[in-house]
């Protein structure tokens, strides 16, 4: 008997549903001659799942995400005009996206931010800067601080109108993350990159008391502390200092976006959404509705979030390393699509169903 792994497939909006057919491509691939096999079931999930179910996330895809070891999602998102014809709580991003995250306590977020060689033409960054690669893992908590604590709206005594929302951490998130970002450091560089603010708010001053306590149980690691508005200077000026990054939601929302205009499009962030019994992995980037359709969507952040799936959830750690040596060689060749130009315009463009073909042909390799 075969393992058999399964999948939730949840397409989303824009150009999901062309860029997760790639992955789940790669993932047929994979399964050839593998002792094991994918059943892969696809979901209803955001704006598109909203029109036709009333919910953007609903009920028949909870099932289906409850029944499956993971989960891989595509962007979400509707354009500005279609959006308002959804109810602002049933919005994609709050209806859909967060309660999932929710769902599963995916509380630990690893974002990858890698530029090898064969990409570092994507780079805006000088090419002195970046020489040598950028191989950074960003992990951000995702599921507390202001996403997720108390939030009000209204008009106050004054007859103003206000709102107030609150950063809330317990230390028992702080220390899971921490853990997370602790094992993560061991088994790269040993040193960890703590990204806060405690000159200014109460919740870096708790986290980072925290982080000492948990950093008794790795005296290898050695932690260095870093401000984050200093951070968002030196991913720019030098990325190549950072290596494993611990972050609340927030700082890591903006700063890994940061990162991917490090590697010069988002489109090169592939992620992983981890919680304690399941995970889904997804894109960072958007739906992009502007040019879905159109076949010119790189593929390489959906293909990349399958990646890390094999490797987080199935403990397939050379079928993983094989996909994204694969995504590489193809960029090696001066191969991308439309979506994801070189500053110098000098790669060949191909479809998006063409690279995924490519990808596969430098997987059978
Ligand atoms: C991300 C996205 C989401 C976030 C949005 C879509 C709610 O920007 O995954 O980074 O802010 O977390
Ligand atoms: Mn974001």
């Not at 059943?39 to 179910?53: R, S, W």
């Not at 967060?98 to 769902?103: D, E, G, H, I, K």
């Not at 390393?321 to 463009?349: S, Y």
Request: aromatic share 8%; glycine share 10%.
């Amino acid at each position: 008997m075969k393992k058999d792994y399964r999948i939730a497939l949840l397409p989303g909006d824009g150009i999901g549903p062309e860029i997760a057919l790639e992955a789940v491509k790669v993932l047929r691939a994979l399964e050839r001659n593998a002792p094991f096999t994918f059943t892969i079931e696809e979901g209803d999930f955001g704006g598109g799942a909203y029109f036709k179910h009333g919910k953007s996330f609903p009920e028949s895809t909870q099932a289906l995400c409850d029944r499956s070891d993971a989960i891989i999602k595509g962007p979400i998102g509707l354009s500005f005009d279609e959006s308002q014809k959804i109810p602002v709580d049933e919005q994609p991003e709050r209806g859909a996206l967060l309660p999932l995250r929710r769902r599963y306590n995916t509380f630990a977020n690893f974002r990858p931010v890698y530029l090898p060689e064969e990409l570092a033409h994507f780079s805006p960054l000088k090419p002195h800067v970046v020489h040598g690669g950028i191989d950074i893992m960003m992990i951000r908590e995702l599921v507390g601080g202001l996403y997720f604590g108390k939030k009000e709206m209204g008009v106050n005594a004054a007859g103003k109108r206000y709102v107030d929302e609150h950063l809330e951490y317990d230390e028992d998130q702080i220390q899971a993350i921490m853990h997370v970002a602790f094992r993560e450091a061991m088994g790269r560089k040993k040193v960890l990159h703590n990204v806060h603010k405690s000159n200014v708010l109460k919740s870096s001053v708790l986290w980072n008391e925290v982080l000492t306590e948990v950093a008794r149980d790795y005296p290898e690691v050695t932690v260095k502390h870093i401000i984050v508005d200093a951070a968002a200077t030196a991913l720019v000026l030098n990325p190549r200092q950072f290596d494993v990054m611990v972050m609340e939601n927030m700082f890591g929302d903006i700063l890994s976006d940061l990162g991917g205009g490090i590697l010069g499009s988002l489109g090169l962030m592939p992620s992983a959404c981890v919680g304690p019994e399941k995970a889904y992995y997804e894109p960072s980037h958007g739906s992009a509705p502007d040019i879905a359709g159109k076949g010119i969507a790189n593929p390489y952040s959906m293909i990349g979030s399958v990646a890390l799936m094999l490797e987080k959830s199935f403990g397939l750690h050379n079928e993983a390393r094989a996909v994204m040596h694969a995504m590489r060689k193809v960029f090696g060749k001066g191969i991308t699509t439309a979506d994801l130009r070189d500053p110098e315009g000098k790669a060949a463009i191909v479809k998006t169903a063409d690279f995924g073909d490519m990808v596969i042909e430098a997987l059978s390799k």
